[in-house]
């Protein structure tokens, strides 16, 4: 079946501009997460869904990002006047959310390329 | 605060040899541990995934162990081959409901032909 998707796969903007980031997890899963992948940084957790809500947003850098999930599908990821420090890879992944947590997996798309000139 | 540490950063081996990569985490308290492979310019590709009441998980020539109780997983990979390369994580869960991974920063394999 199909995976997790993402698009754009590359995003290339400008300093100071807004960007949008879209996330298609698998169909059925209940939980979503974004991730962001940087130099120096490695994987870091930013949010994470259950259904439509956020209840953990713990990890978003600073309120220029924001994100949203609708119809318990797809979500956006919303980073506003983009800053050259938020040049890095967004990883979107979502899971099924087994009754038995030690059986969760999550499965990742292939990211959001993003370079802020 | 969960921390997880990989090592070596690093690592190049010939054709054919049997490999063992180490990751090691802080706090035992996981329900799982989750070995991942990342190509170059692509996302994460889920490896294997050991429960908290195993011990070790096999997958045609990779094999996963873990020691929850010394906070420390190995992967090993046997006969290794060039389409092996690849860097490789580890992640753990948090204890929280969110669940989000915490990564270890990879180890960058390379498989000479």
């Known amino acids: 079946g199909a995976g997790v998707s993402q698009s754009p796969s590359n995003k290339v903007t400008e300093k100071g501009k807004d960007v949008e980031l879209r996330c298609d997890p698998i169909s059925g899963h209940t939980a979503l997460y974004w991730y962001r992948q940087s130099l120096g940084q490695g994987l870091e957790f930013l949010i994470y869904f259950q259904g439509n809500s956020a209840p953990d947003k713990s990890g978003l850098p600073s309120d220029r990002f924001s994100a949203e999930r609708t119809g318990g599908s797809v979500s956006t990821l919303t980073i506003q006047r983009t800053q050259q420090e938020d040049s890095a890879v967004y990883l979107c992944a979502s899971s099924l959310r087994p009754w038995l947590e030690s059986q969760e997996t999550q499965y990742f798309g292939p990211g959001t390329r993003l370079l802020v000139l | ?113």
């Open chain 2, 1 to 113: 605060k969960q921390e997880v540490t990989q090592i070596p950063a690093a690592l190049s081996v010939p054709e054919g040899e049997n490999l063992v990569l180490n990751c090691s985490f802080t706090d035992s308290a996981i329900y799982n541990l989750q070995w991942f492979r990342q190509d170059p310019g692509k996302g994460l590709t889920s490896l294997l995934l050991i429960q908290s009441s195993q011990r070790e998980q096999t997958s045609g020539r990779l094999n996963a162990s873990l020691d929850k109780s010394s906070g420390r997983s190995t992967l090993y990979i046997a006969a290794s081959q060039p389409g092996d390369s690849a860097t490789y994580l580890c992640a753990v869960p948090s204890s929280g409901s969110a669940r989000q991974l915490t990564f270890g920063s990879g180890t960058q394999l390379t498989v000479l032909p």
